[in-house]
Each structure stands twice: as structure tokens, then as C-alpha cells.
């Protein structure tokens, strides 16, 4: 036979894609090949017609087409649709009589029978060629079409499955799913239902339809509970009261075949994984049952989970009936249930009777089905639905727990055998009839139980893991459990919730996921237990956590595929096609196959199933289940498919023409590699590959050893993870470390094996439709894969060195008896008579032999491909990270192994405190190979090291070194002829003597190797000795670690954290005590050092102080800022922890009792030496010497209310010689005993000149005693103002002595031990520092710095030249340097000025701004300009002192006599005098120019009074007669004669015009306020004058050489016209602070003109 030839034929021809057909099964029967051109990719099969996918994207159709127009001579015989040419079709799928395909861009094709809609085109009977349907999303606007993926053909029917996951279906019946009335169906609908939820797959049988949906997510459970089914409106739950109790039922059953709460059955316990729908909130009570029905999460093991609604129509009959029913809807319920099979119409009019919510007026008991028992109290409408949802509900229920097994069997399991059952309705209200039911009900059992025979194992043994399945016991009821007589139970997730790691998520396929189905269920082909039909998706509930991959539907059965390779199937069993037994199952039961026989892919036909699975060797095999097809008949057969279908089981059961159970196909193996099995009618198709290269076997071979690999994990977990974690010894015989342990080790466990199942689906999908290397996970994840291994890996290493196999092993030979068998059979184990924990041992192990495993296959893939080919390197590359993983974790297993028996042998006493899950021994000294240096003669010393720490054990006390703050270094021998290692922790140093210079390199090498491992981490993974040959020998003596210090001292049980150096804290790092207290910042050799901040909890105000600045040696050491817990703080200098320098301390908010100020020198934390006090309360300021926090030595006090008192101060007071002056200028000069308090003799001087003289008693102004003589000087002189004031400033605090702290500062900054002393490099090598760990110290803190301050730091970064001879040049330089190391307080200077401003503003702001004061603040800053002055001239040592000139390079010196009388008259050659006003004035002066300028202002107030109103007076003149008063000559007169015309853009001078002269020069003079320093203001009066010649040689046209006589009026007229407020304040400004060199020059003439300007406006006589 030819096509036998060629199906058998040689392995060479390296075809892919073969096609092979045949019919039914006997041995006789021999597949046919189908020729194409290209390799076939899919098969799609109808009744009579086929349809073949190729490569390229072409369909080809055979077998019968009607609808075709031209009838095809030879049916069997492909021909190609052309009418999809040009287009590239992916998938396709064949009903009935109707085919569809998918096109690239997810289009939809339909052709063939259209007569009820199954083609989605109105109009047409029969659709000839394929032609486009598209789907169109209404809800989008504008409408959009919507992408397909893949089409499922039904008799009647089509599901489409959208790109975005969901179902849309079009054509007739109810299993399309929709809310219609009319069918058929022409346009695609979105199938509500399962809108939202994530389908994978979905499959047509020919009048119902099944649906593979991704199980939501824990985020998608927390919905809001929904209290009212969504469909029929009824309420979910019902409660009743009862006199003693109440009943809540959750038993709703929507009629519309929907539950969509999926509310678990009362009971069942929601399974433990993501699958769970039932929100949160929602209770699952128990309902009141009779105590022989258990109340017990009936899990039909591998039947169900939720013991769904498996039901017999016959069952359901006896259920419903009971409960007598009310009213109107009695008669509707009454016809359903009367026939098993409910017509359409029938459902449609129970389905409107039901909405129509007739009013009953009827109460009395309804009992339903004995489980429920419901007492109505609500009348009408909401009662009529409670009694028929619940009707129903319940008998549905209840069938499906006895269905699932017998009570009998179930009593068994859930009781311990002691335990006496209760008997009777004990703990239940029924109607009278109860017993009588219960009786029936039970024969009724007794009946079925014969058919459950086959499964009852697996029903018990799934019993057994449900109860051990921790998730389920949080939703249980106290009471069920109770019932159940169980001790308390622990809890571990054996089904790991989240799966793989999230990124590789998406990637890997889904395990968690429910079937859902709808439609016609004659059959029971829905799977819900029942026969009903569905009109909308519903979840199979025994299939939830089965891990189902893939749905198949045959005509009337259904079948699905579980990742465990497991296949259930229900439905129709006419033909056996479901392959377990003789009669039809309503819910889903595993095909019996024999064991080690693993599915891998399923398909069903009318009344057949094809499965193809791995067997013993790695071509897989073909099983067949179902009807028999003689050669013979096959003709006569097709004629009978028309014939009714009863009839037609009938006659085959008599011809015993099908199979009992699944058998193989003997020719199988000829047909090589199967990739897919496909049935359709009465056809079987399979489609192999040649082994290329033998890359087709190995990757069959990859496949098949991940699927058997699961399976065996999956056992593991079923047959002895979960009894061992049920049972009742455990925690007592493990304990609470070991218990622990073991929990985590078998969630890892599970997540390795669900993994391993997630991989194992994915290599099937390859398998099935690309065979290629690309989509390999285990290639682009293998990261993840190496990750789970190893995670688990870690835990059981903890497991095994604590001892954990050795614990396990009673409470396992407790359960699995002396004959371990099963153990001995699942782990693999070939020892003769191994013990109980080297079996348990190899169990656990059994993963890592499985990488071995990967390594092989991916080499074996590898040798298919070319060496230089990308596939071979990746194939290559994974290979050796997986051989590499399991050399690791053999090396793993073999210290915890090591590290086991070490503790075996440890004495026990340590054992317990030493004994830590990942800690592994590298080496110990037991054989005296390591002695301690020193030790005393009867001293035992053994030294441990773990991969964390190193142990010192003696008799009876151990002391742990963490090795993460352990350093080790040889000692040099030839020193000491010893063998020595000198080994460095945070509190204690020793020295280790070995016995030989081979054990010294052995412990020295150890030790630095587990230190390393232990910085980088890795020291619980890989703790041996043996891995690190290549690694660096020592690891970093600097290193991040964390250190509780244990011996007494400062650091008693704190906390270090941070950066260490050879045993001592050294870099950042964070000190915690046990009190609170908190330092963080930096560390040198152990001690606080640097900059950083601190917290100390006050006990007493229960709050924190806070200090932030810098530390030396332990100690608070330079500037910083310490807010105390009352509230004061404290800004300044420390040193040795105490306030010691500069530094000002405010005490008190504005509001509280005592707000004050102080700022000034502190020494040892008590104010002392000279500082500014500011008594707010008081208003008082007190500038002068303190000690010891006391007013002692001299000092000046104002008050806000203009006393000033200067004097001496003892003990605080004012007591001793002092000058008192009252606003109003009465003045006391003499002895004071007290604040404000004269005692003693004195003088009283009055304003007008008076004085008193005498001895004097009591307090200022409250009366004073006085005994003394009374003088009247002036009492004859004309002349009043001879009067001298007294003279101020004799008794205060001379200036050089104020602040001396700030400078000393700023010196020892500069490194020098006193002003002026040190070395100039030394200087300026501490600016550099100063500058650039304060910018370090920014760059953390980015916000403290704006942009233009950070160019200013970079500027500053160079420094200046500083030595040799200074030209111009060289003091620009030197100037510009001045002003921007003053603009940052992070270099010396600028820190100085700084706070030389702070200083100054405290003093003279605010009650310090008394008049009196201006001499002191004039004096100050000369002498802050002197001192700084030092200061520069020490960085700048070449620059000329006080007065000195800078010669230009032209200017000899001899030429130029300093001071020569004819020096101004020749033009001088360019030289500066160099002062300390003209560098540092700019700079210091506009800082302080505010409170000085108030002070000018205060004290010339009068003058500036009297001569303003005469400004004023005078200005109201015009120019002209202003002009005339002031005597200016004629000639200086602006041109007004009034006949001439004006000169273009000259005004004319009117007699009455005003401010036109000399406009120009009075702007220039106005702007003398705007500038700070008196050099720029004496250029401003310099610019004043040179407008006023230009103005005058303009008029004069000619050159012009001014006398004094001509120039003053002219000046006197612009100084009147520019208005300056407070002139005197300027000039006297001026005065005082003009730069001594320049008094006899040019501006020196022009400053006198100005004062004489001034003077001379006050004493303006206006005649």
C-alpha cells in the first residue's frame, strides 16, 4: 500500500508538517498521507469536510463541500480556496457544515452552511467562498472593528476570541451566550458575560460552547460584595430567624444559568488560590445541615474543587419536588422539571414567569431539599424569588456532594474514629419529613455510588489535601471545623499565588484558570452537574485549580487538558469516547489511562477522542477512545447519520463497536514525530515531522522530560508534602525554627513546581505550533529559572542544617509505617534500606538533579545547529549556566551537610544559641591547629568560623566575632619565630597562634575569603573555602558594616552603622544608644570627627535637644548650632563639647517669659569677655565685659527709652564710677551701687548747663536724696552754648578689645596660633581645605546653594599669587580676590565679615540705635578694618602697610617724596596709596551701612532739621532769583534775553521757570545717596563739579579756570536744588571715614566746599 510505504518511510527526508488521516480504530486500520506542497500547520475537521492550513498562509479544503456551486470530482483530494489568495491566513476552524479562518491582521473569513446564521452574512443560505465578516465594538465611537485570534466553529455556531481576550459569537441557540430572543444571530456579538475577564481559548461542540478563562488576580478580588444576582435580580443571601438561631443561606441559583458571585457553596471552602472569587467580606457560613451530611468541603478530588453542581436530572427531580412550591410559579417549575430535558420554550416562559414577580400570599414552611430551610417572613415579591431561587439551589447542592462520594467515605475522613458522631436532625429545623428524606436520600446514594467506584480514590486522597490546604482555613467555619473534630491546623500556601517573578509573568502561560461553559446540556455535556441548559458562560466549578491548559468539544462531550497531563472529560458516552466508564457524566472525570502515561494534547469528533501523549520513549503516542469504524461501514454509516440519535447508540451498544477506555494505536510509531492530534465527524488526523538533524526529537525529548518532571513534583507535593504538613506531630516534634523553616521551603517548593508546570505548558504550545529554538523560555528567562532554584535551594540547606530531615523523620515514619516505598519509589532513591531522613533528604533534593537534566537537552539541541550560529551560542550559554548552577548548589548542599554534622557532634549547650538556619561552617580548630596567644595553661580555646562569624568557645562561654567587622593580618615571622595572625574587632584584639605555616595560610586565607563572601553578601549562598581560588586574597580593610558594642564605656550597646577602618568607625555612619541618643555624621579612628548632627532626648521637657555642626575627637569641636529642648539656641563655636569661643545664644520666643539675645565670647561654657546682651522684655542692651555669665568689668547699657549709661559693672550691677545721660541730655557722673541706682558722690548736670554737686541716694527717676551744693555757670553769659556736653566713651569697652574672639577665629582658621603668627603656605593651604569640604559638604545638599554663589566657589578655587612684589596689576588682583572670598562664608574671610555684620547689626539695631552711640560705631569699624587689614596682609605679605604706595613699573621712588607740596600741581605718575579703607570699605561698608547711616541720622537730627526747612524755603524761588540771592555772577547765567531765539534743544530761561539750571550737575549730585562708601561718594561730588564747569564752558565758549569765589555760589544753587535729605548725615559719614591720603587732595577741596555748602544753609539769613 503506498501511503503505508510512505508514512513509514526513512528518517532522512527531514519533512515537516506531514499530514496523515484515518477513521475510527481496529488493528487493521492504517493512516492514509495527504500530499501538499507545504507542510500542514493545522487541521481543521467538520461532519464530512476538512479544511488544512499551510505554510505560506494558504487553505486548502476536502472531503464533501454542498455549498460549493461546482461539485468537486474528487472530495478526498485537497483543492485550494482561492479565494483567500493574498491573504495570509494564522488559524482556522472548521463545524459542522461551516469553516472559518483568521487572517495576519485579524480579519475573519466564513464559508459553507449559513442557515442559521453560523457565517455571521444575513441573507444567504449557504456561503460558497470565504468571505469577510468583521466585528464592530459599538461602544467605541466611531465604531471600531476589532482584531480576532482565533475562531471556534460549532453545528449551529461560532465563537470568535478578540485580540483583547474577549468572546464574541454570532448564529443560533443558546450557546452563543447572548441576551437574545430572536435567532439567528447574523452579527457578531460581544459576549457580556466574560467581558473583563481574560479568555485563552475557546471550543464549540455542536450545541454548546466552552471557554478557558484566566483566573482574576488577588487585585481583582477585592470587588465591593454584590448583594442582588445581577441577572434575575434575586437576593444572594437570605436569612432567617429561627427562635434560637438564625440561618443565612448563600444558596442562590440564578435560573439563567449564571452565578455571578460565584459564591462558594456552603460547602465548600473557597480553594486557597487567586482563583477565589468570593469577596472578602462575604461570609461563608455553614448552613444548617443534618448531621449526616457532614458539613465538609466535599472536594471531589480531582473532580472538583468547590464541589460544583454536579446533578442528575433524576436526582434534581426528587430534590425540587419536595419543597412544595407557592403559587403561580409552582405550574412553570413544576413543567421544567417534569422532563429531563427542558425545551428551549419551556426555559424562555419559566424564565418570564419568574421576572414577572407575581404577588403570593402564601407563608408556611417551604423545605427545600432538606438543606436550606427557609421561613419566609418578607410578603410578595421578594419571597416568591427567595422560595424558587433557593429551591433550586439547594437540591443541586446537595446531589453534587453525593454524587462526588459517598457519605459513608466522607464521615471517614472528615471524623477520627473516636469520635462519636452525632446522630439524628440534632443541629437542623426540616419539616416533619425530614428522616423520611434523609432515608431516601441515601438510597438514593446507595444507588450511585456504584459509579463513582473508579474515581474513589482519587476523591479520598483529594479529601486529604483539601483539609491540608492552609488558604481554605481562614474561610471555614469555627463550626464546620469543630464538626470535623480536627486539632488547630497550620497554614502554608501550597499553591503559590503570584506565580512566576512579575516580569516574566506575562510571558509564561497561566496555570491558574476556570473553565466556563454554556449552552445545550442534553448531556450533561456542560459539566455543572446537572442536565439544564445554560444561556450564559458559567464556571465549572470542580475544574477551578486543576491547571487546565486547553478545552476540546466534541459534538456532544467535552474534554480538558490539565498541565499535570491529566485530561476530564463529560458529557455524552454512547461511544466511550469520554474514555472512563459505561454511563454519560455530567461533571468532569479523569480519562483512565495507565499510569506514566502523560496527554499533551487532546481533540474530540462526533463520538471519538483522539489524545496524544509521552510514553516510555520520546516519540509520543496516540490514544483512542470512542466509536468503532469498520472499513466496511463506513459508507452505510454516513447514510445513517441521519437517523435519529437514540436509535443509533442503541444499535452500536449492541455491536459493541467502541472502545471500554483509551487504547493505543499500534501504528504510531510509524508515523514519527506527532506534533497535533485533530477529530472532527468521524475523522482522526495527525501531523508529524521527520527528525531533522534529530533536532524535532530533542526538542520532543526537552518537552516530554519537563512534563514527566512535573507530574513527578506535583505527586511529591500531592502524596507526601501535604499529609506531612496535615499532620497533628508536627510542630511538637519540629519545633517553632524548624516548623518555620519547612513552611517556607514548601511554598518555595510549590513556586519552583508551578513553575516548572508554567515551562512545561509553554514547551507543549511549542511543540504544537512552532518547533522552533526562538520561543524558548527557558533561553531568555533562564535567570528566572536559576533564581527559583536557587531560592529554594537556600531554604533547604537552613532546613538541613537545622536538622530538619532528622526531626521529619518520625512523624514520617508515623504516617508512611515502616515501609517506605512511595517515599523510596518518588525520590528515586537506589540505596539498599535507606534511612527515613536520607529519603526525605533525596525527596527534597530530587529539583536539583533536574538541572543536570536541562544542561543535557540544551547541549543535545545544540549539536543541530551550525557552531557559529547564534541558536548554538544561546543554546551553548544557557547550558553552562545551568551545569554551573548545579556544581554550585552541589557545593551548597555539601556545607550544609558538613555544617549538619559539625552540630552533630557540637556540645549541645551551644548548639542551641550558636545553631542559626544559614549558617555554615567553613573550618573549626577541634584539633588544637589555632591556640589563643597568652592563654592560661588549663584554657580550652576552639575557634569556629562560620560564614558570618568567627566563634571563640571556651568551657562554658562563647564569644561571636561577626565577621562583617573582623580583620585579620599575618604577624611577620622573623620577629617572633611564631606562626601568628593578629585578628582586629571593633572592642577586642588577640592574636591567634597556628600550629604551622600551612594551617596559618589555611586560616588566614579562610578567614579573608569568608569576610569577603560576607561584605558582598553573598556569604549565605556560597559559604565554602574551596570556591575562591580566583577571588582577591584580602578584603577591603574600609568597608560598610553594622556593630552593637558590648562593653561598658561611652559606647555601651549602641549601634553603629556606617563605614569602618581597621576595627574603628571612620567615614559617614549613624550612632544610635539605647537612650535615644542619635549622632549622625562623620567618623575618624573611632570618634566622632567632622561634620554632623545630634540628638539627646531631655527626659525632664520630653522633648529632644539638636546640635548640627562639628566635631573633633568624640567631641562638639568648631562651629555649630545646638537648639536645647527649652527652646534657647545656641549659635556659634565649641570646643570640647562646650561653648567655647564666638557664639550667640537666643533665649526664648518674642512671646515667653525672658526672650533675650546674647552675642558675643564665651569661654568654657560661661559667657565671658566682651558681648552684646539684648534684654527684650526690659528693652534694655547691654555692650560690655562679662565673666562668668556675670555683667562684670565696663560696659554700656542703653534703653528703649534713651538712657545711656556707661560705666563700670561688678557681679551684674551697675556698681562703681559711671556717666548717666537722659534723652533730654541731664547727665549723672559718679558713683552707682545698682542697676539704675546712685549711691555716692557725683555730679547732676542739667540741660540748660546746671549741675548739682554732692552726694547722691536712690534710684534714677523715683526721687532722688541728694546732699550737695547747686551751680548756675552761665547765668551772666549771653553766649548759651558754651555749655559742653560731657565727654562719652572714656568708660566702654575700647574698640580693639570688642569681638577679639571672631578674629581669633578667623586666625586659628588660617592656622596660626596668634594673630599674625604662623606660616603664609600653612594659611593657604587651610583655605583651600575650608573650601572645598564645605562645597563636598553643599554638593549633598544642593538646595543651600544658588548658581551664581557656586561660580563664586569655583572662582575662588585658584589661588591668587601671593608672593612677590606688587604692581597695579597684581592689587587689582588681590581687590577682586578681597571681594568674592567676602561674598561666601565658606572661605576665612568671607565667615569673618560674616559675622562681623551679624555682630554689628546686634549691637546698633533696634534699642541700640541711641545717637549716643555713633562715636563707638564709627570707632568700631576702623578698627575692624585695621584688623582684617592684618589678616589680608598676612595672605598677601608683600603688600605695602597702612599708607605705603604701589609704584607703577614706570615710577622710581627716589623721584617721588611722599607728601611733596608740589605733588598735586604736576600731573602725578599713576602710584597707589595703599589703605585699609580704600580695599576693605567697599565690602564691609555696604553690609553695614544701614545702622550706622540710622545713627548719623539720630545724631544729626537737629542740623538736618533746620537746614532742610531752609532747603525748603529757598526752593521755592526760580532759578533766576535763586540765582540772584546766591550772589552767583552773571556771566553764569543761563542766556535769557528774549528776543533772540533759542539755540536748537537749549530751553529758554524764563524769569519763572524752575530746577532748568544746572539740571545735569544737581541729578549727578542727587546720587551721592545711592552709594555706601565715602570714596564713591566724594566721586560723586567730583562728577558734580566737573558737570558744573562743562555746563559753564558751554555758556562761556572757552575754556575757564574757577576761583573760589566764582565756584561757591554756583555749587551752594546745585546742592540747594538736588534736595538731600540728610546732608549733615552724609558729610559727616564722609568725614569720618574718609581715607586719610586723600584729605589734602582734589576731593579733599571738594568735600570741604560741600561741608561749607552745608553750613552755610543752615545759618541762610533770608532778608
Not at 1140 to 1166: A, C, E, Y
Request: with cysteine; aromatic share 8%; charged share 20%.
Amino acid at each position: 500500500m503506498e501511503t503505508q510505504r510512505k508514512s513509514s518511510g526513512d528518517d532522512g527526508g527531514g519533512e515537516r508538517g506531514l499530514l496523515h488521516t484515518w477513521r475510527g480504530y481496529s488493528y487493521s486500520v492504517t493512516p492514509e498521507r495527504l500530499l501538499l506542497p507545504r507542510p500542514v500547520l493545522q487541521v481543521a475537521l467538520g461532519t464530512r469536510h476538512g479544511v488544512l492550513l499551510v505554510e505560506g498562509g494558504q487553505v486548502y479544503s476536502f472531503g464533501e463541500s454542498p455549498w460549493k456551486q461546482s461539485q468537486v470530482p474528487e472530495p478526498e483530494k485537497p483543492t485550494l480556496e482561492s479565494a483567500l489568495s493574498g491573504q495570509r491566513v494564522v488559524t482556522i476552524a472548521a463545524g459542522s457544515f461551516h469553516s472559518g479562518a483568521v487572517t495576519e491582521d485579524g480579519g475573519v473569513h466564513m464559508w459553507g452552511d449559513n442557515s442559521s446564521g453560523q457565517c455571521g452574512l444575513s441573507g444567504l443560505t449557504t456561503v460558497p467562498n470565504p468571505t469577510p465578516v468583521a466585528l464592530m465594538d459599538s461602544d467605541t465611537s466611531p465604531p471600531q472593528t476589532v482584531p480576532v485570534l482565533e475562531l471556534a466553529c460549532g453545528e449551529q455556531h461560532t465563537l470568535a476570541l478578540a485580540a483583547q481576550r474577549e468572546v464574541w459569537s454570532w448564529g443560533s441557540g443558546s450557546q452563543l451566550g447572548l441576551n437574545a430572543t430572536v435567532f439567528p444571530v447574523w452579527k457578531p456579538q460581544k459576549v457580556e458575560h466574560l467581558a473583563g475577564r481574560y479568555v485563552i481559548q475557546v471550543a464549540c461542540g455542536a450545541s454548546h460552547s466552552l471557554a478557558l478563562v484566566r483566573c482574576l488576580g488577588p487585585q481583582d478580588v477585592q470587588r465591593p460584595p454584590v448583594d442582588k444576582c445581577r441577572q434575575c435580580n434575586q437576593l444572594l443571601y437570605t436569612m432567617t430567624d429561627k427562635e434560637d438561631h438564625v440561618i443565612i443561606s448563600d444558596g442562590h441559583y440564578c435560573p439563567l444559568g449564571v452565578e455571578l458571585t460565584e459564591d462558594e457553596g456552603l460547602l465548600e471552602a473557597p480553594a486557597p488560590t487567586q482563583g477565589l472569587k468570593t469577596s472578602p467580606s462575604e461570609p461563608v457560613l455553614p448552613s444548617q445541615t443534618s448531621s449526616s451530611k457532614s458539613s465538609a468541603p466535599a472536594d471531589g478530588a480531582d473532580s472538583s474543587s468547590d464541589s460544583a453542581h454536579h446533578q442528575d436530572s433524576e436526582k434534581e427531580k426528587s430534590a425540587t419536588t419536595n419543597g412544595a412550591l407557592p403559587g403561580s410559579d409552582h405550574s412553570a417549575l413544576a413543567k421544567v422539571k417534569s422532563s429531563p430535558y427542558p425545551d428551549e420554550q419551556a426555559v424562555k416562559d419559566y424564565l418570564k414567569k419568574l421576572s414577572d414577580n407575581t404577588q403570593v400570599e402564601q407563608t408556611g414552611k417551604v423545605t427545600a431539599g432538606g438543606l436550606h430551610t427557609l421561613l419566609p417572613s418578607a410578603p410578595g415579591g421578594t419571597l416568591n424569588s427567595l422560595v424558587a431561587s433557593c429551591a433550586s439551589a439547594v437540591g443541586e447542592r446537595v446531589a453534587s456532594t453525593y454524587e462526588a462520594l459517598s457519605i459513608k467515605k466522607m464521615m471517614n475522613l472528615y471524623l477520627p474514629s473516636g469520635v462519636a458522631r452525632p446522630g439524628g436532625a440534632a443541629s437542623v429545623i426540616v419539616g416533619d419529613n425530614t428522616a423520611e428524606r434523609v432515608r431516601q436520600e441515601d438510597s438514593v446514594q446507595a444507588k450511585k455510588s456504584s459509579s463513582t467506584g473508579d474515581i474513589r480514590e482519587e476523591e479520598a486522597e483529594g479529601l486529604r489535601r483539601r483539609l491540608s490546604l492552609p488558604g481554605l482555613l481562614s474561610q471555614v467555619s469555627p463550626r464546620l471545623l469543630r464538626k470535623a473534630g480536627r486539632p488547630k491546623m497550620r497554614a502554608v500556601a501550597l499553591t503559590p499565588l503570584g506565580g512566576v517573578v512579575p516580569e516574566a509573568q506575562e510571558v509564561f502561560p497561566t496555570l491558574q484558570t476556570e473553565v466556563w461553559s454554556w449552552g445545550n446540556c442534553d448531556h450533561g455535556q456542560l459539566g455543572h452537574g446537572d442536565t439544564l441548559a445554560r444561556l450564559q458562560p458559567q464556571c465549572i466549578k470542580s475544574l477551578n485549580n486543576k491547571e487546565v491548559v486547553r478545552v476540546a468539544a466534541g459534538a456532544h462531550h467535552s474534554l480538558a487538558l490539565t498541565a499535570q497531563s491529566q485530561v476530564f472529560s463529560w458529557g455524552s458516552n454512547s461511544c466511550g469516547q469520554l474514555g472512563h466508564m459505561d454511563s454519560p457524566s455530567t461533571v468532569p472525570r479523569l480519562a483512565k489511562l495507565s499510569e506514566g502515561i502523560r496527554v499533551w494534547d487532546v481533540s474530540a469528533g462526533e463520538k471519538h477522542t483522539l489524545l496524544l501523549a509521552d510514553g516510555d520513549c520520546i516519540q509520543p503516542i496516540i490514544y483512542y477512545s470512542g466509536q468503532q469504524v469498520k472499513e466496511a461501514a463506513e459508507e452505510s454509516h454516513a447514510r445513517e447519520a441521519g437517523q435519529q440519535e437514540g436509535g443509533e447508540e442503541e444499535e452500536q451498544r449492541v455491536g459493541g463497536g467502541y472502545t471500554q477506555q483509551p487504547v493505543l494505536l499500534p501504528f504510531c510509531m510509524n508515523l514519527r514525530y506527532v506534533s497535533n492530534v485533530f477529530a472532527g465527524g468521524q475523522r482522526c488526523v495527525a501531523l508529524s515531522d521527520r527528525n531533522v538533524m534529530g533536532f524535532i526529537a530533542s526538542l520532543h525529548e526537552l518537552a516530554s522530560a519537563e512534563r514527566k518532571y512535573y507530574c513527578k513534583l506535583c505527586n511529591v507535593k500531592a502524596q507526601i508534602i501535604r499529609p506531612l504538613l496535615e499532620l497533628e506531630s508536627l510542630s511538637s516534634a519540629l519545633g517553632q525554627v524548624v516548623l518555620g523553616l519547612l513552611q517556607t521551603l514548601v511554598g518555595r517548593f510549590s513556586l519552583l513546581c508551578h513553575f516548572t508546570g508554567q515551562h512545561a505548558a509553554s514547551l507543549t504550545a511549542n511543540l504544537r505550533r512552532g518547533r522552533d529554538v526562538k520561543s524558548l523560555l527557558i533561553l531568555d528567562h533562564t535567570g528566572v529559572f536559576i533564581d527559583a532554584y536557587h531560592e529554594y535551594c537556600s531554604v533547604l540547606g537552613h532546613f538541613q542544617v537545622m536538622g530538619g530531615f532528622q526531626s521529619l523523620t518520625k512523624p514520617s515514619l508515623d504516617f508512611f509505617g515502616k515501609s517506605p516505598e512511595l517515599l523510596q519509589k518518588l525520590s528515586e532513591c537506589s540505596e539498599e534500606n535507606p534511612s527515613m531522613s536520607d529519603l526525605l533528604m533525596a525527596l527534597f533534593y530530587l529539583p536539583t538533579r533536574h538541572l543536570h537534566e536541562y544542561g543535557r537537552l540544551l547541549l543535545k539541541l545544540a549539536t543541530c545547529f551550525e557552531v557559529c550560529s547564534d541558536d548554538y551560542q544561546k543554546l551553548q550559554d544557557s547550558c553552562s549556566k545551568f551545569e554551573a548552577l548545579a556544581l554550585q548548589l552541589k557545593r551548597k548542599r555539601k556545607d550544609a551537610d558538613y555544617t549538619f554534622h559539625f552540630w552533630k557532634s557540637f556540645p549541645g549547650k551551644m548548639t542551641d544559641s550558636l545553631r542559626k538556619p544559614h549558617r555554615r561552617l567553613i573550618c573549626e580548630s577541634s584539633n588544637k591547629a589555632l591556640t589563643l596567644q597568652n592563654a592560661g595553661r588549663f584554657s580550652v580555646n576552639w575557634f569556629i568560623l562560620f560564614n558570618d562569624a568567627l566563634v571563640h568557645a571556651q568551657f562554658s562561654t562563647h564569644h561571636v566575632f561577626p565577621l562583617a567587622t573582623l580583620w585579620v593580618e599575618p604577624i611577620p615571622e622573623e620577629n617572633t619565630g611564631t606562626h601568628g595572625l593578629k585578628v582586629i574587632t571593633p572592642e577586642e584584639t588577640f592574636t591567634l597562634l597556628a600550629c604551622s605555616p600551612m594551617e596559618k595560610a589555611k586560616w588566614l586565607r579562610s578567614i579573608n575569603q569568608a569576610v569577603d563572601q560576607a561584605l558582598s553578601g553573598a556569604g549565605q549562598d556560597t559559604a565554602s573555602i574551596s570556591s575562591g581560588s580566583s577571588q582577591k586574597l584580602e578584603p577591603p580593610i574600609s568597608r560598610t558594616a553594622s556593630y552593637t558594642f558590648y562593653k561598658d564605656g561611652r559606647l555601651k550597646e549602641a549601634t553603629y552603622d556606617g563605614r569602618w577602618l581597621n576595627g574603628k568607625p571612620n567615614g559617614r555612619g549613624v550612632l544610635k544608644w539605647p537612650d535615644g541618643r542619635i549622632y549622625t555624621g562623620t567618623f575618624k579612628n573611632g570618634l566622632e570627627d567632622g561634620f554632623g548632627e545630634y540628638i539627646a532626648p531631655n527626659k525632664t521637657l520630653n522633648k529632644n535637644d539638636h546640635y548640627q555642626g562639628y566635631w573633633r575627637d568624640g567631641k562638639m569641636h568648631g562651629l555649630g548650632t545646638y537648639r536645647y529642648a527649652s527652646g534657647e539656641v545656641y549659635d556659634g563655636s565649641f570646643q570640647d563639647s562646650m561653648r567655647h569661643g564666638h557664639g550667640m545664644l537666643r533665649s526664648g520666643k518674642l512671646n515667653t517669659s525672658s526672650p533675650s539675645v546674647f552675642i558675643g565670647q564665651w569661654l568654657q561654657d560661661k559667657k565671658t569677655g566682651y558681648g552684646v546682651f539684648d534684654d527684650i522684655t526690659k528693652g534694655e542692651k547691654y555692650m560690655g565685659m562679662w565673666q562668668d555669665h556675670l555683667r562684670q568689668g565696663i560696659g554700656v547699657v542703653v534703653t528703649q527709652f534713651g538712657l545711656y549709661y556707661e560705666g563700670a559693672f561688678k557681679d551684674n550691677k551697675m556698681m562703681g564710677t559711671g556717666i548717666l545721660l537722659s534723652e533730654d541730655d541731664t547727665t549723672y557722673e559718679g558713683e552707682f551701687s545698682d542697676d539704675w541706682t546712685l549711691s555716692g558722690k557725683g555730679v547732676l548736670t542739667m540741660a540748660n548747663g546746671d549741675y548739682l554737686e554732692g552726694s547722691f541716694n536712690g534710684e534714677w527717676g523715683s526721687g532722688l536724696k541728694v546732699t550737695g551744693s547747686y551751680f548756675k555757670p552761665h547765668l551772666f553769659d549771653s553766649d548759651k552754648d558754651k555749655t559742653r556736653p560731657v565727654k562719652l566713651g572714656r568708660l566702654c569697652v575700647c574698640p580693639e578689645d570688642k569681638w577679639q574672639a571672631v578674629f581669633d577665629e578667623c586666625w586659628t582658621q588660617l592656622g596660626c596660633e596668634a594673630p599674625g603668627q604662623g606660616e603664609n603656605w600653612r594659611a593657604w593651604e587651610n583655605i583651600a581645605v575650608a573650601l572645598t569640604t564645605s562645597r563636598r559638604h553643599i554638593e549633598d545638599s544642593p538646595e543651600m546653594l544658588s548658581r551664581s554663589h557656586s561660580k563664586t566657589l569655583e572662582s575662588l578655587e585658584v589661588i591668587p599669587q601671593h608672593v612677590g612684589p606688587i604692581n597695579m596689576e597684581r592689587y587689582h588682583t588681590i581687590r577682586l580676590y578681597l571681594i568674592k572670598a567676602c561674598d561666601t562664608p565658606l572661605h576665612p574671610l568671607g565667615r569673618l565679615v560674616e559675622t562681623l555684620v551679624a555682630v554689628y547689626r546686634m549691637t546698633y539695631v533696634g534699642v541700640g540705635a541711641n545717637r549716643r552711640l555713633l562715636p563707638q560705631a564709627v570707632k568700631e569699624i576702623k578698627s575692624y578694618l585695621y584688623r582684617i587689614f592684618q589678616i589680608v596682609r598676612f595672605l598677601f605679605p608683600d603688600l605695602p602697610e597702612e599708607g605705603g604706595l604701589i609704584p607703577e613699573p614706570t615710577t622710581n621712588l627716589q623721584d617721588k617724596k611722599e607728601g611733596s607740596a608740589d605733588a598735586p600741581l604736576e600731573s602725578p605718575k599713576p602710584c597707589r596709596v595703599v589703605s585699609s579703607s580704600a580695599l576693605l570699605l567697599p565690602v564691609l561698608l555696604p553690609r553695614l551701612y544701614p545702622p550706622l547711616f540710622t545713627l548719623y541720622a539720630l545724631d544729626k537730627e537737629r542740623e538736618d532739621d533746620v537746614y532742610w526747612e531752609c532747603v525748603l524755603r529757598l526752593n521755592k524761588q526760580p532759578d533766576l532769583a535763586l540765582l540772584a540771592f546766591l550772589g552767583v555772577q552773571q556771566k553764569f547765567w543761563p542766556v535769557s534775553i528774549p528776543d533772540s531765539v533759542p539755540a536748537p534743544g537749549e530751553k529758554p530761561v524764563l524769569s519763572s521757570t524752575k530746577d532748568t539750571c544746572f539740571a545735569s550737575a544737581v541729578e549727578t549730585l542727587q546720587q551721592i545717596s545711592t552709594t555706601f562708601t565715602p570714596s564713591d561718594k566724594l566721586q560723586v561730588i567730583q562728577l558734580t563739579f566737573e558737570e558744573i564747569t562743562q555746563e559753564v564752558q558751554s555758556l562761556l565758549k572757552q575754556d575757564f579756570l574757577w576761583s573760589m569765589d566764582d565756584l561757591f555760589p554756583v555749587f551752594l544753587y546745585v546742592v540747594l536744588r538736588a534736595r538731600i535729605r540728610n546732608l549733615g548725615s552724609e558729610v559727616s559719614l564722609i568725614e569720618d571715614l574718609m581715607d586719610p591720603c586723600v584729605q589734602h587732595g582734589e576731593h579733599g577741596i571738594m568735600f570741604t566746599t560741600l561741608k561749607a555748602c552745608y553750613y552755610q544753609i543752615q545759618h541762610e539769613k533770608i532778608t
